[in-house]
């Protein structure tokens, strides 16, 4: 269970970014944050796992409050936390296997990172889930000889390298075409319940969030201003989290285009 109360973030002496956010996401669920740029979706991801500090409240990971760790106890809670991200963040000289190891960094003493003698059990690890998300061929591939898909999918094995007790995705399907970026969605629902995983998932097509997600969060200007089932998200939810927006701001998949017209007028 994740759990954030009272969430602010605010850089230097501008505006706050995030205002006063609570919200829980528990285990087993995909939970989808939408909003238009600037809403505030990326930094409250970045927020949880500490790439970016709060400047308020409180986050808890499973009765563990991450926003008031240092240190050590930091470095040891961000391994349960696995990222998956846009730009995927391969190593692109590295093979597959390389790459999907680097999940497993908290874990090893410094010379086996460095001399990249990884033990057995991670490698047999590695294998299967390589080949539970249909990679397990491309194991002594370099990073950069493969497709985004493929590319997302050694993201998504890393992250499940670290034995995470929660899964953050920040636009895991924004560099993908739309039949990879499905399956890449699909991907993640069908893990969050394999593993009982929580999954948060920051996402700009809200026919994708509708279709692959148990929970729909809409944020504007740092605020939640929804928080409900997909099958909630109507015409007037979709006005208030996108008000003032141009159309253009949020993408929509599944023919769902004319049903959730953002008004800008």
């Not at 008031?68 to 692109?92: H, K, P, T, W």
């Not at 999954?199 to 997600?213: D, F, M, P, R, T």
């Not at 929970?215 to 989290?241: C, N, Q």
Request: hydrophobic share 40%.
């Amino acid at each position: 269970m994740l759990k954030i109360s009272q969430l602010v973030k605010r850089y230097g002496n501008g505006e706050p970014v995030l205002k006063g956010l609570d919200l829980e996401v528990p285990g087993e669920s995909i939970v989808a944050v939408i909003g238009a740029s600037g809403a505030g979706k990326s930094t409250l991801l970045r927020c949880i796992n500490r790439l970016v500090e709060p400047t308020s409240g409180t986050i808890e990971l499973n009765d563990v409050t991450l926003s008031s760790l240092r240190g050590s106890e930091l470095r040891a809670a961000r391994r349960r936390i696995g990222m998956i991200f846009q730009g995927f963040n391969l190593v692109d000289r590295l093979t597959v296997m390389e790459n999907v190891q680097s999940g497993r960094l908290g874990y090893l003493p410094t010379w086996r990172a460095i001399t990249r003698r990884y033990p057995r059990k991670d490698i047999r690890r590695a294998y299967e889930l390589m080949e539970r998300v249909g990679i397990a061929h491309y194991a002594s591939k370099r990073a950069d000889e493969l497709s985004g898909g493929e590319r997302q999918r050694v993201g998504v094995v890393r992250a499940l390298m670290q034995e995470p007790e929660i899964l953050l995705a920040d636009e895991p399907t924004a560099s993908l075409d739309p039949k990879t970026s499905e399956q890449i969605m699909e991907l993640l629902r069908a893990l969050s319940r394999e593993f009982s995983l929580p999954v948060l998932i920051n996402i700009h097509n809200v026919g994708e969030a509708k279709a692959y997600s148990d929970r729909i969060v809409g944020m504007r200007f740092g605020r939640i201003m929804f928080d409900a089932e997909p099958s909630a998200l109507d015409r007037a939810a979709m006005d208030e989290i996108y008000a003032g927006t141009p159309a253009d701001e949020r993408a929509v998949g599944g023919g769902d285009e004319t049903e959730f017209k953002v008004k800008t007028a």
